[in-house]
């Protein structure tokens, strides 16, 4: 049984990282193009606006592995989100991620906060940019986890520099005019 719990935990590590090369060279050659390409977000909503900057910094914060930064960015999103109906419970787990100085535990409850707000954000009235919705398979112990960035170049949030870019692009959230 052992022996095949660490086959599958290799060949889901090896999986990971054959698409972290594939999209490294594939970046590589559109990284200009991408980069001039890219048009910062812009919510309807200036309350939505808000909980995605929140969220965007908290999760640039886990992706440099800064558990203080972390702490700082959750304890700025609690607010965006207690101030906007319907999203209090949300709030409880960024009080969480604000309350702990454990980097494991910060990542772990951005798994639910993530699952949260990406619905919020699939029903956010988007004017520019584009958000994209991404997955790292071996986050959580090999149960996945799914995030929200700005670009489409993987910047791992639940592993930082052990495993930056490990993850893919799920989906687009973008302007009805481009839809």
């Known amino acids: 049984m052992?022996?095949?719990?660490?086959i599958a935990v290799l060949s889901t590590f090896i999986a990971c990282t054959n698409s972290q090369q594939q999209q490294s060279a594939e970046t590589d050659?559109?990284?200009t193009k991408t980069?001039?390409?890219t048009t910062p977000v812009e919510l309807a909503d200036p309350e939505i606006e808000n909980i995605y900057n929140g969220y965007i910094s908290l999760k640039n914060a886990l992706v440099n592995s800064?558990?203080?930064a972390s702490k700082t960015a959750a304890a700025a999103l609690v607010k965006s989100l207690n101030s906007h109906e319907g999203c209090e419970n949300t709030a409880l787990i960024a009080e969480k991620i604000a309350g702990t100085d454990d980097l494991k535990s910060q990542r772990k409850d951005?798994?639910?906060l993530s699952s949260d707000v990406?619905?919020?954000f699939k029903?956010?009235?988007l004017k520019a940019g584009k958000i994209y919705v991404q997955h790292c398979p071996?986050?959580?112990n090999g149960d996945g986890g799914d995030w929200l960035s700005s670009e489409a170049k993987i910047r791992n949030p639940y592993y930082g520099d052990e495993m930056m870019e490990c993850g893919n692009v799920l989906e687009e959230i973008q302007t009805a005019a481009v839809k």
């Open 123 to 125: 029903h956010a009235d």
């Open 2 to 6: 052992k022996k095949y719990i660490g």
């Open 66 to 68: 800064n558990p203080a």
């Open 29 to 31: 050659t559109t990284s």
């Open 138 to 140: 071996m986050a959580n």
């Open 110 to 112: 951005f798994t639910a």
């Open 118 to 120: 990406i619905a919020l």
């Open 35 to 37: 980069a001039a390409a």
